[in-house]
């Protein structure tokens, strides 16, 4: 079963940056690609998406201008480049491969890795 580790979370101070990164070890992840964060006392949301062959993706309304998805040479891992981070980015960031592009229907979750921004 494909299994999906997230990683590259950390502390940042505000206006910092972190990339974090999503892989599926022994496959390709060749899959459409959805990243969610759960802010704490909140419900989980999508903040970006990208099509399985990564030709097209979508950021958030919250994010746009500030975070990018993208897709490794080798299609092993997709990344989230978050930039100029803001206190309201802290929560789980979570991988997940969707059924179709930008779906809210998940096959399989990471399991999360934590994003704190805070000075």
């Known amino acids: 079963q494909l299994q999906l580790v997230e990683s590259g979370g950390g502390l940042v101070q505000p206006g910092g940056s972190l990339r974090l990164s999503c892989a599926a070890s022994g496959f390709t992840l060749d899959y459409p690609i959805g990243w969610f964060r759960q802010a704490p006392g909140k419900e989980r949301e999508r903040i970006s998406c990208?099509?399985?062959?990564?030709?097209?993706?979508m950021v958030a309304d919250s994010v746009k201008g500030r975070f990018t998805i993208s897709r490794g040479d080798a299609k092993r891992t997709v990344y989230l480049q978050m930039n100029r981070l803001k206190p309201e980015d802290t929560g789980v960031y979570y991988c997940a491969v969707t059924n179709s592009y930008c779906s809210l229907s998940v096959r399989y979750w990471g399991q999360g890795t934590q994003v704190t921004v805070s000075s």
């Open positions: 990208i099509s399985g062959i990564g030709a097209t993706a």
